[in-house]
């Protein structure tokens, strides 16, 4: 089958598309043949290598790390689903293989594609949606009538985030270009802040939670805008302690590691009196079959920005890496 297989860390040319065997289903896998990939940021940063710390990949590896199928087999232990079953998943972060004509799945992380969706539709749903729920619901415990500040809301993430937060009854104010500020208030949002010509700080409310996507100095201008006791949430900045023993099950070295390099960013969120959590998702089918289920009462729109044909994966990579996309970028494999 071909495949996106990273040979070396470092830039573009350390990936390639390459004929490599099928991979063999493990008893609670699922073999799909896979229809469509999403794209996303951890796919350029995994290539440059920034994520061996935590993953440790032995190379050569079967980049992607969500897909929409049809299932071809199934492991002996495999309960849920059969084949023929449509199928949509973000794989587990050690196993990757998306990008390729068939990848394997365990079946807990998997859940059925939502009916009406096209496979490339259905490819840009696992990793940003789950990401979006999982800080908004979950870590944040968003509620009815709460003021939430979303950085980044017209890239993949974002665009679920807008209207997940909605769906949870909040008023939402985000951070978006020009470019970007008519794609959010379509999903909902309330207040946009252009991020070109504002500052952060000058959003003229205080907020109840904060999703951040873009880190750096819009992660600390979020600070000043938190109402005291109030919880940001970031996927962009730096990992923290807890990263280490809720997300990634690592020992103390890994946390300590955390605590070191989060140490500043720790630091101003006290002194402002709020609390910093860095989240890395993880795949669950059973929320994804939610996200599904949001898709199919029309509660949650999937924006795809571009999708390009498997042999041009390269040229979609380098897109996401631009990181101008508007919701989400996919490849199609036939
Ligand atoms: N930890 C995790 O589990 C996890 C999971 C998912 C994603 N992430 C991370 O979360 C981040 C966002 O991911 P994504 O998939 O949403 O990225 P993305 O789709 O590449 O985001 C692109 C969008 O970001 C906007 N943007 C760029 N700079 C901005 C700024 N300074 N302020 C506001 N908007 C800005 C761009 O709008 P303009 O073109 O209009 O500027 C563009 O529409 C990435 O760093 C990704 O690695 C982490």
Redesign the pocket.
């Known amino acids: 089958m071909r495949a996106y297989v990273l040979e070396h860390f470092g830039g573009p040319e350390g990936a390639r598309l390459i004929d490599v065997p099928s991979p063999a289903p493990r008893p609670r896998d699922i073999l799909v043949d896979v229809r469509a990939a999403g794209l ?3 796919d350029f ?1 995994f290539r440059q290598g920034k994520l061996r710390a935590i993953l440790r990949p032995k190379l050569p590896f079967v980049l992607g790390n969500e897909f929409a199928g049809e299932v071809v087999a199934a492991g002996s232990d495999v309960t849920r689903f059969r084949v023929g079953d449509r199928v949509f998943a973000r794989v587990a972060k050690d196993r990757a293989g998306a990008f390729a004509e068939q990848a394997c799945v365990d079946e807990v992380h998997a859940a059925h594609m939502p009916r009406d969706l096209d496979f490339a539709t259905a490819a840009a749903v696992p ?2 949606g789950l ?1 979006a729920l999982q800080a908004l619901r979950d870590e944040l415990g968003v509620k009815p009538g709460q003021n939430v500040f979303i ?8 665009t679920f985030a807008i209207q997940i937060a909605k769906s949870l009854g909040a008023h939402v104010t985000t ?6 500020e008519a794609l959010v208030r379509s999903l909902g949002c309330d207040e946009v802040i252009d ?2 010509s504002q500052n952060v700080s000058n959003a003229g409310r205080r907020f109840d939670a904060g999703f951040d ?3 750096g100095k ?1 992660l600390e201008q979020m600070f000043e805008i938190m109402k005291p006791g109030t919880k940001v949430v970031s ?2 900045a730096l990992p923290e302690p807890q990263t280490a023993i809720k997300d990634l099950a690592g020992g103390r070295a890994l946390a300590a590691m955390f605590w070191i390099v989060s140490y500043g960013i720790r630091s101003r969120a006290r002194r402002a009196g709020i609390s910093y959590r ?4 993880h795949p669950d089918g059973s929320e994804l079959a939610q996200l599904a289920e949001l898709i199919e009462q029309g509660r949650l729109k999937v924006v795809v920005d571009k999708t390009y044909p498997f042999a041009e994966i390269s040229e979609a990579l380098a897109y ?1 890496e631009r ?6 970028v996919v490849v199609t494999m036939s």
């Open positions: 996303n940021p951890v940063k990793l940003a990401t950085s980044g809301g017209a890239g993949g993430v974002g951070t978006a270009s020009r470019r970007g991020y070109t996507l873009i880190g819009t996927v962009a860095y989240l890395f998702m996401v990181g101008r996309a508007k919701g989400k």
